[in-house]
T-cell receptor, first 114, second 116 residues
Framework: KAGVTQTPRYLIKTRGQQVTLSCSPI?????VSWYQQTPGQGLQFLFE???????NKGNFPGRFSGRQFSNSRSEMNVSTLELGDSALYLC?????????????FGDGTRLSIL | AQTVTQSQPEMSVQEAETVTLSCTYD???????LFWYKQPPSRQMILVIR??????QNATENRFSVNFQKAAKSFSLKISDSQLGDTAMYFC?????????????FGQGTRLTINP
């Protein structure tokens, strides 16, 4: 069974631009969560989607948004990019029916803002 | 709000030694899960072991075991017979069992180096 796939693996943008990251979950998984990883703040939860609905949200500004499609694939969008948005963005999928079901992570997208 | 604290930013041991990574957490909930994830330089987060809060028995997975002290809110990871491939960042994480909650709360991580 294929794992969680994130594309692209690396991305370079400039301030003010917007970016879209993609995540394909493990087949059969209906929950997709997004995390931001930085050296200073560590791993922080962005949001989680289940059956095309945002079910949980972290404490990030409205510039960070996401969506989930009927095939459970998810996209995350960041608008008006700032230098502080440089980070590794990790996506995780799980079956989603209960919190104890383990989350499986992708390799991440490394976003660099110039 | 839940918090997870890992007080050891870095650790280094010799191959074949046993090493223990510390983790404490804070929550007012009674039912939750705790996890240890490993992140090697390849970046992918890999689940190492998990513990249900309602179980008193400590979880074990081959060379990996935990010491779960619920009253003290402590959740340490012991790696026995350490191997070079264990070199990685290790993250302790908490998840609430409130229905539908899928938010993992992570500690700051411990960078573990296994030396030959």
């Amino acid at each position: 069974k294929a794992g969680v796939t994130q594309t692209p693996r690396y991305l370079i943008k400039t301030r003010g631009q917007q970016v879209t990251l993609s995540c394909s979950p493990i087949s059969g998984h209906r929950s997709v969560s997004w995390y931001q990883q930085t050296p200073g703040q560590g791993l922080q939860f962005l949001f989680e989607y289940f059956s095309e609905t945002q079910r949980n949200k972290g404490n990030f500004p409205g510039r960070f948004s996401g969506r989930q499609f009927s095939n459970s694939r998810s996209e995350m969008n960041v608008s008006t990019l700032e230098l502080g948005d440089s980070a590794l963005y990790l996506c995780a999928s799980s079956l989603g029916q209960a919190s104890n079901q383990p989350q499986h992570f992708g390799d991440g997208t490394r976003l660099s803002i110039l | 709000a839940q918090t997870v604290t890992q007080s050891q930013p870095e650790m280094s041991v010799q191959e074949a030694e046993t090493v223990t990574l510390s983790c404490t957490y804070d929550t007012s909930e009674n039912n939750y899960y705790l996890f240890w994830y490993k992140q090697p330089p390849s970046r992918q987060m890999i689940l190492v072991i998990r513990q249900e809060a309602y179980k008193q028995q400590n979880a074990t997975e081959n060379r990996f075991s935990v010491n779960f002290q619920k009253a003290a809110k402590s959740f340490s990871l012991k790696i026995s017979d350490s191997q070079l491939g264990d070199t990685a960042m290790y993250f302790c994480a908490f998840i609430s069992l409130i229905q539908g909650a899928q938010k993992l709360v992570f500690g700051q991580g411990t960078r573990l180096t296994i030396n030959p």
